[in-house]
C-alpha cells in the first residue's frame, strides 16, 4: 500500500456513503412517483366511468360534466407520461447503486493493490459518474431523503442480516 491510499479507501467509503443515501432517497422517490402517477390516471378514470354509468341509469345529465371533466384529467395524465418521473428516479437510484457496489469492490480490492495511482485514477472515475447523475436527475423531496434515512439506519443495506 502506498503512503495515501488510507485516505483513498477513506474516500472510497464516504463515496460508497453518499451512494447507498442517494440510491435509497431515489428508489423512495420512485415508488411515491409510480403511486401517485397510477392515482392521477386511476381515480379520473373511475370517477368518468361512475359518471356514464350513472347517466346510463338515468340520473341527471349534470353527472356527464363530471365524467367529461374526470375523463380529460386522466386522458392528460396518461398523455403527459405520469410514470416518466418515476422512471427517471428508478434510473438514478440503479446508477448510484452501481456506484455503490463499484465504491465497495473498490475498498476491498484496495488491501491488496500496490498502486494507488490506480485506485485514485478509479475513485476519480466514481466521483465523476456519481456527480454525472446528480446533475441529470430532478431532486428528490427531503422527505425521501429522511424515509431512506431510517430504512438504512434499520439495516435495509446489511445483506448479512437479511433473511435467507
Known sequence: MSDNTPQIISELER???DASYSAQTYFEAAKSAAFWGKTFILFPALTSSASSFVVALGWSKSWGTL??????VA???VFLGSDRRANSYLKSAKGFTDIRHAARLEMNLAQTTSEATELETRLRTLRSDYSAISSETD???NRFFRKSQKRINRGVLNY?????
Open 15 to 17: 463515496l460508497y456513503e
Open 139 to 141: 431532486p428528490a423531496s
Open 160 to 164: 448479512e442480516d437479511a433473511p435467507t
Open 67 to 72: 365524467g367529461a371533466i374526470a375523463g380529460a
Open 75 to 77: 386522458a392528460t395524465a
